[in-house]
């Protein structure tokens, strides 16, 4: 009988202590796969957010926070730009395209952004990706409204319906538009991006809806119904940022400077590509810290797994001293103990996978409802074998403890047996 044989029908006959040992290793592994599978996901959801975007221009701020509001609709902008500032810069030398941006709205907890058609044109997302539609078409009436594939799976929209705009980016906000609302004039494709949870409507609409208030409130005894505000100048006095496309990339750093330095305001232009490294660079010792969790969480499973293998030498040194005495040697008793070992890892990785993927299927949708992004279902990539082969490692390592008491235990008891 070999060493494998041998060391299945021990586990086998210790079945009830084989089974919380691996359950305990598989749902280490779960923890230390699900955290590097996120951390993973979430670099490339955020790094393929925005592709094509040369600068972004906003009210002089934290770098990454004009990163965040702009374009991951993450917090609130400290203050806007005023529109001939906009103008200004969109008429620099090299500046090939501009899309202006107004935040501020929402509709029942998903941001509204305010922009132009330009947008779905100049917007790209995973290296050069465009905005699709996945039914009907841009804005064409002022009260027209794109939603994000993830706004109208969840709310249950379709093409025609309406909807109201709340007065800002809360969840339940108490004050609205309801005397002006709007109609679903899009529905675009998923992205995996905050566009999913966007609704896009023009600048004009988002003046229009605004025209009768001051100050974030309604203005007592000036209503103006839908179709009057029609007839007003509905040019915004100010937005909250620029997405800014350059006719080549050798003007990035002479317009950043230029926006920098504008007189007019104080603007900060940043490269999102350079914004997008130094969150990671803030966001490290998170990453860091999350991951030696995971793999002190490993370790206490490896752990778990030695205390039952020791705890249980005692009751096996009779199966121990049987074993030497149909000739097994010592190096194959401790050779029995890590190969037990070996067995109660593998089978906690495998069930840890299978338990990743159940997890990924199950709750991946409520992932990315909440995160805007969920575990990709695919195979594990280099770095998640490497781990798994640092658990088999630690496993190897981890079973020569009660694999050595053991050899001790059938030298002893072997000598006993010929005394």
Do not use: C
Not at 7 to 15: F, T, W
Not at 90 to 99: E, F, H, I
Not at 138 to 164: C, K, M, N, S, W
Not at 196 to 203: A, E, M, N, Q
């Amino acid at each position: 009988m070999t060493l494998l044989s041998l060391a299945a029908k021990s586990l086998a006959n210790r079945r009830f202590t084989s089974i919380l040992t691996v359950s305990t290793i598989a749902l280490s592994v779960l923890l230390l796969l699900g955290v590097e599978r996120m951390r993973t996901e979430a670099r490339e959801a955020f790094t393929s957010t925005v592709s094509g975007t040369d600068l972004i221009v906003g009210a002089r701020t934290g770098a990454v926070q004009l990163l965040l509001y702009s374009v991951f609709h993450i917090g609130t902008a400290t203050n806007n730009i005023t529109w001939q500032s906009y103008r200004d810069i969109a008429a620099l030398p090299g500046v090939a395209w501009t899309v202006p941006i107004s935040l501020g709205d929402s509709h029942r907890g998903h941001r509204v952004m305010g922009t132009e058609a330009a947008f779905f044109e100049h917007y790209r997302y995973a290296r050069d990706r465009r905005v699709a539609f996945a039914a009907g078409s841009t804005f064409d009436d002022l009260y027209d409204a794109v939603l994000g594939a993830e706004v109208a799976a969840r709310l249950g929209y379709r093409i025609g319906e309406a909807l109201v705009i709340a007065h800002g980016a809360g969840s339940a906000s108490v004050l609205d538009h309801g005397d002006k609302p709007f109609r679903v004039a899009g529905i675009l494709e998923r992205t995996g991006t905050p566009v999913d949870r966007t609704v896009i409507v023009s600048l004009a609409g988002i003046e229009a809806i605004h025209a009768d208030w001051a100050g974030g409130v309604p203005v007592p005894g000036r209503r103006l119904d839908a179709d009057a505000v029609r007839e007003l100048d509905l040019t915004p006095d100010a937005i909250t940022a620029v997405l800014v496309g350059l006719s080549s990339r050798v003007h990035t750093f002479r317009v950043q400077r230029l926006v920098n330095e504008y007189p007019g305001e104080p603007l900060l232009a940043i490269l999102p590509g350079v914004t997008l490294a130094e969150l990671w660079n803030v966001m490290g010792v998170v990453e860091g810290a999350l991951m030696a969790i995971s793999v002190l969480v490993v370790l206490v499973g490896l752990g778990g797994m030695v205390t039952a293998l020791v705890t249980g030498l005692n009751e096996r040194r009779r199966e121990i001293a049987v074993l030497r005495s149909v000739g097994a040697r010592p190096w194959q008793v401790l050779g029995l103990l890590v190969v037990e070992a070996m067995f109660l890892a593998a089978a906690g990785i495998v069930i840890g996978l299978l338990l990743l993927y159940a997890v990924i299927g199950t709750a991946g949708g409520a992932l990315e409802s909440h995160l805007g992004f969920s575990p990709a279902w695919r195979m594990p990539g280099l770095v998640e074998w490497l781990m798994l082969g640092g658990v088999l490692a630690a496993a190897l390592l981890a079973g020569l403890v009660p694999g050595m008491r053991a050899y001790r235990y059938s030298l002893s008891d072997g000598l006993a047996l010929r005394l």
